[in-house]
């Protein structure tokens, strides 16, 4: 069966927060048993990493919650991406507001942040671990796996209306 959904997470290069996020979803859509019916995939703003894997850092704590990051390779967001995808999920305004230079006005609906499917309360962005701590890579994994959680329930509806 073809994807019914698909959903691409960005950042600036690919190598933390998206692939993080890339990865949780995956994880989520395979134990909801829906992994035929969605696409993920993750890429960067700009093309500071192109082809290179997740930084260690990124990898090391996903790997510690059960998240396997090693096939993931970073890629820059292409024109054919807003076309392809349903769902456009930058990590930070920054990125959201890069998106929506490159993306052609009647997709713009297409784009939103992964913060907005998160509960009430947290932060509006997921924050850029690189230049920080270990700390930073775990802020990242807590604000991502509870939007991922309200992403599901998300993907889900568009899979029920979809029929």
């Not at 993306?103 to 230049?131: I, N, T």
Request: hydrophobic letters at 40%; a negative charge.
């Amino acid at each position: 069966m073809a994807a019914k959904y698909s959903v691409l997470m960005v950042c600036m290069g690919n190598i933390c927060r998206s692939p993080t996020a890339e990865g949780v979803l995956r994880h989520l859509v395979q134990e909801a048993g829906l992994q035929d019916a969605v696409h993920i995939d993750s890429a960067g703003t700009l093309d500071y990493h192109v082809g290179s894997p997740p930084d260690a850092r990124s990898a090391k704590h996903a790997n510690k919650r059960g998240y396997d990051l090693s096939a993931l390779r970073a890629r820059q967001v292409h024109a054919a991406d807003f076309e392809q995808f349903d769902l456009i999920l930058a990590m930070d305004w920054q990125n959201l507001e890069e998106l929506k230079e490159l993306c052609p006005a009647r997709l713009q609906h297409k784009l939103r942040r992964l913060m907005e499917f998160a509960p009430a309360g947290l932060s509006e962005v997921v924050a850029d671990p690189y230049y920080g701590g270990h700390d930073g890579f775990e802020r990242v994994l807590d604000h991502v796996e509870q939007a991922c959680q309200g992403l599901l329930i998300h993907i889900r509806r568009a899979l029920a209306e979809a029929g």
